[in-house]
């Protein structure tokens, strides 16, 4: 069934659509009715509630931002709009999240045309020289690129994470499935909160993974935000059902928060991912800290652990010396529709920096002749990396 955002809905009445604002008092009523009366636009009142002639989405929205600039930021908390009724009021948006709630009236119309797409960035593994999976990131193309945080950040404020969990998880299994390069696995996001029950929350998901060529095993689901797991038992039950079903999964943005080392302990992942924040301040000796205690932790249950945000041959051999061999970053791929099982890389310097990286033979990532502007390196994808606990 199609939900519909009822604070942004308008009824018909009279003239034409109408959007409601709820002051917090009658004196903060007129003067909301100053700042629409300055702007032209009609609107009626009584006590503390407005009527406002907004016709269609557009004029909400032009109301929104009119209250927005005229009043100020503690009186724009302290007035609520919404739709045609007064229920719509008690408990609705204040001034500034229904500009928000407009301004993201975008994502419901991607959702119903099915129009957001998956990219995909390449995961290495430096010691055995293999691209060994690929995350998938959800994005929408238009007038504009809007990324996975934009588009999760409109699902939260219409109210549909837990569809758009569910969507984003079968979409991106049924596009990898589509150009499914073998023995690679599936890096697939999803929050905890979205799902209430593991069973007919994942049943699309599982469906969709049995239809297409890749196995369980697969298949890596993402935990995101491990750091600010507050229903840890919860959590502890999504992740048992992944590894019942055959599926792995891994703790992703470890170092955003206070308690990812602990986490990893408590659930036992396949994987640990470093969150960037983490790997771009190594000479802080903080960060080098908390990385050394993840990957003891990790270690300890047989966990891998990929470094997030390599961007330059220098990074990447400084988590290599580390200890870290499996990588992700723009350095080896950026987030692309296609799986590609190759780097883009610019210039020679950079193939023999990555040749003493990955330590591969000389004449292989030297170009011969002068140095190109951009040079290609391979990476032949393998089924699993050494480190890894098998599948049960």
């Known amino acids: 069934m199609k939900r519909v955002c009822l604070i942004c809905s308008g009824e018909t009445r009279g003239e034409g659509s109408v959007l409601l604002a709820r002051a917090a008092h009658p004196h903060l009523a007129a003067r909301v009715a100053r700042v629409l009366q300055n702007a032209g636009i009609k609107h009626s009142r009584r ?4 009527t406002i002639t907004a016709p269609n989405s557009s004029a909400r929205g032009h109301v929104a931002k009119v209250l927005m600039m005229g009043l100020m930021p503690v009186e724009r908390k302290l007035v609520q ?18 500009v928000k709630i407009v301004e993201s009236e975008w994502f419901d119309r ?12 390449p995961i290495v593994d430096l010691k055995a020289n293999r691209t060994f999976a690929y995350e998938c990131l959800i994005r929408l193309e238009g007038d504009k690129l809007h990324n996975g945080a934009e588009i999760v950040e409109a699902a939260s404020i219409r109210g549909q994470v837990l569809e758009f969990d569910s969507y984003a998880r079968v979409k991106a299994v049924e596009t990898a499935t589509k150009q499914h390069l073998p023995n690679t696995e599936l890096f697939v996001n999803f929050f905890p909160s979205a799902v209430y029950d593991p069973g007919p929350c994942l049943e699309s998901m599982i ?3 049995s239809r297409s060529g890749y196995r369980p095993q697969d298949i890596v689901f993402e935990i995101l935000e491990c750091d600010q797991i507050t229903n840890v038992d919860h959590t502890r039950s999504i992740c048992q059902y992944f590894r019942q079903k055959g599926f792995r999964y891994a703790l992703d943005d470890l170092g955003v928060g206070t308690n990812g080392v602990d986490m990893i302990e408590i659930l ?21 800290s908390l990385l050394d205690r993840a990957v ?5 249950v047989q966990a891998a652990v990929i470094a997030e945000g390599i961007e330059s041959p220098q990074m990447a051999t400084t988590v290599k010396n580390l200890g870290v061999h499996m990588m992700q970053g723009y350095f080896f791929g950026k987030p692309n529709p296609v799986m590609r099982d190759e780097m883009n890389l610019s210039g020679a310097a950079d193939l023999r920096t990555l040749a003493q990286v990955m330590k591969i033979p000389q004449g292989i990532a030297e170009p011969a002749g002068e140095p190109t502007s951009s040079s290609q390196l391979e990476l032949v994808p393998v089924s699993s990396a050494s480190s890894r606990r098998t599948p049960s």
């Open 296 to 300: 003891s932790a990790a270690a300890n």
């Open 207 to 209: 469906e969709a993974v």
């Open 268 to 288: 036992e992942p396949d994987y640990v991912k470093i969150d960037k924040s983490i790997i771009w301040n190594l000479s802080q000796p903080a960060q080098r």
């Open 47 to 50: 006590d503390s509630i407005l």
């Open 110 to 121: 991607a959702m119903a045309a099915d129009e957001f797409s998956i990219y995909f960035q």
């Open 81 to 98: 709009l919404g739709g045609g009724h007064l229920s719509h009021l008690f408990g609705g948006p204040d001034v500034d999240q229904y």
